[in-house]
Structure formats: C-alpha cells, structure tokens
C-alpha cells in the first residue's frame, strides 16, 4: 500500500537530504537520507499558494479560488494531500489548515497571510525539535538543522513558538493529538524534570519580561503567585543583579531541556550581553566580568549567583527605562 501511496508522487526537489515515508503512529514523515550538521539548510520551499485572510476567515470558497489559480501540475499536488489518518480531507479548507503556515505579512494594508507548503507540512512535530523554521522570507520558508541528525533519523520541529514554557499537559492541548517525544513520556524521570524546567522557564520570564507566554497579563491560572513578587515584576522593579540570574537560569534550563539551538542562543544572548553592561556598581562589575568570562552555562551561573540579593546603582535606572518603553498595566 505505501508503494501506492499518494505522497509518493509529492515533488521532492534533487538534492534535499530527505525523504517521505511512513512514521509509526504519525501517518508520514520525512527522514533524513544522509547525515544533516547542526546549522545546515534542509529545505527551501515556496508556497503552492497564498491566502491573505486571517485564519479564521477562510472557508472552502476561498480555497477552491486559489486552487482555480494554479497550473494543472500544481492542482494534482494539492489533490494528493491527506491527513495524519492517511484519510482524504472533508473539506478543500480542511486540507489547506493541515498543510499551511502563517507566514505574516509586511504589508499593514493587508491582511494576515497563509501559505500552503505540502513538504514542509510533512514534517511531524516534537516538543524536542531537530529542526526549526527560524523566521519567513517573504513567503518562502526554510528549515535548518538545530543539533546534528543522523541518516534515518526522522526530521522533525516544534509546531508552536512558546512550548518551551508550557508543561505536558499545555502542550497537548494547544496541539489537540499526543505527543510521543523525550519531554512527553509520562511517567519518565526525564518527563517530570522537563514539566519543572518548563513552568520554571515561564515564571523566569514573567520576572524578567513583566508579561505571560502571550505577552499579557496573567490570566486564571498565574505562573507567579507572590502578589509583592507579581507587582515588582510587572513594574519592572526586579533588581539588575536578579534579572542577570535570571536570564541566565532561562538559558541553563532551556539546555538542559535540549532546546538551545543556535537560533535561541542567537535571541537571547543580546539581551544577556546587554543587561550585563548595564552594572554600575564597581564590585557588581567585577563578578558580572568573571561570570561572563565562564566557557559554560552552568559556570557562568554559579558565578553570577554570587550577585543575589545585592543592589546595584543602575537599580532606579534601569527601572525607569523599562517603565518607559511599556507603560505600566
């Protein structure tokens, strides 16, 4: 039956270190056909076609026009999609849903894009990812290795951008189907540490950023429960000393987590090198350099805890610059 399957005929480009074949339990995947390094291009894909409405305004007309668009070769790949089950879709939006991404838009006249991309949609997910889809290039997405994957191994990506601070439970909600990775074994010691690291990730955040995952408020279930603790969070009164620890716990927990590809490193390490620069007290000075001279996270951790509970004199400063930048709530 795979002999006959329709991804068979999906057009996979020369060259891709991929290929599609079954997965147990996720339908089909795509598995790496010789080793893949850390950092290394997988794949480029441009959209089979593109919707400028927000998700929840598309319906079956919309598909169906877009569809009307496309060359007769193009209309066959869309009509080979199937979902997870190995199932036809019900519905032409069904299909579109299951198979496209948000890829944004630059434009503020125009409505929020979606894209279709049959390979990329292909690859299944894991709250441990090897691969990311880092940022959109206009409407072309690329995926990228995020530690070395090894021929055979099945490529894989994490389907939503803030699972690193939601537990089991959160993410299987959010994704509506189990996940079988690393962090969502139940039962496992490695499962149980990852729910801690996570929700500990999420608070870390609130401390440092004032703000939940969703950039609000906390709502019904709140990550911080200490009102004082809540209250100088979101006024911006964590100390400087506080806020280096911190980010720095964030960074630990996210490698211990196996999440801090190069992509995250990249993102968070300007804010590290900055709030780092921002110590004006002299002896503070001294163990922030130390700390950051460390080759390991886990060592420049140990030195910079040394900095708890101390003020600095940038403390006011700082504080105020933040409350500018976002007015308090």
């Not at 198979?99 to 838009?105: A, E, R």
């Not at 709250?127 to 530690?147: D, L, M, Q, Y």
Request: glycine share 6%.
């Amino acid at each position: 039956m795979t002999a006959r399957h329709p991804y068979r005929r999906l057009e996979v480009p020369d060259g891709v270190p991929f290929e599609l074949k079954p997965s147990p339990g996720k339908g089909w995947g795509a598995f790496a056909t010789r080793r893949i390094d850390r950092g290394s291009l997988i794949l480029s894909e441009k959209p089979t076609f593109v919707i400028w409405r927000s998700h929840r305004e598309i319906t079956d007309y919309h598909v169906n026009m877009a569809i009307q668009q496309l060359l007769p070769s193009q209309r066959v790949q869309f009509s080979l999609l199937r979902n997870n089950g190995s199932s036809w879709f019900t519905s032409m939006n069904e299909a579109f849903a299951e198979n496209s991404f948000n890829i944004g838009s630059s434009d503020r006249n125009r409505a929020e894009a979606h894209g279709l991309f049959p390979l990329h949609s292909r690859f299944n997910h894991s709250c441990i990812p090897n691969s990311k889809i880092p940022t959109v290039n206009g409407e072309v997405i690329s995926s990228f290795a995020t530690r070395d994957i090894e021929a055979g191994e099945e490529i894989n990506f994490c389907y939503n951008t803030d699972f690193e601070g939601k537990t089991r439970y959160e993410r299987h909600q959010a994704l509506r189907f189990t996940c079988d990775c690393l962090a969502c074994r139940p039962g496992t010691p490695f499962q149980e540490l990852s729910d801690m690291r996570r929700r500990l990730i999420r608070g870390l955040q609130y401390l440092t950023r004032g703000v939940d995952l969703d950039g609000q408020a906390e709502g019904l279930h709140p990550i911080i429960v200490d009102s004082t603790l809540k209250f100088v969070a979101e006024t911006f009164s964590i100390p400087l000393s506080s806020r280096l620890i911190y980010t720095l716990l964030t960074i630990f927990f996210l490698e211990e987590e196996g999440l801090l590809d190069d992509f995250m490193d990249a993102r968070l390490r300007p804010t590290l090198i900055k709030t780092a620069q921002l110590f004006k007290s002299e002896s503070n000075k001294c163990i922030v350099r130390l700390a950051m001279e460390q080759k390991t996270w886990v060592k420049k951790l140990q030195v910079a805890f040394t900095l708890y509970g101390r003020e600095d004199a940038a403390d006011y400063e700082v504080a105020l610059a933040l409350r500018r930048l976002r007015p308090l709530f």
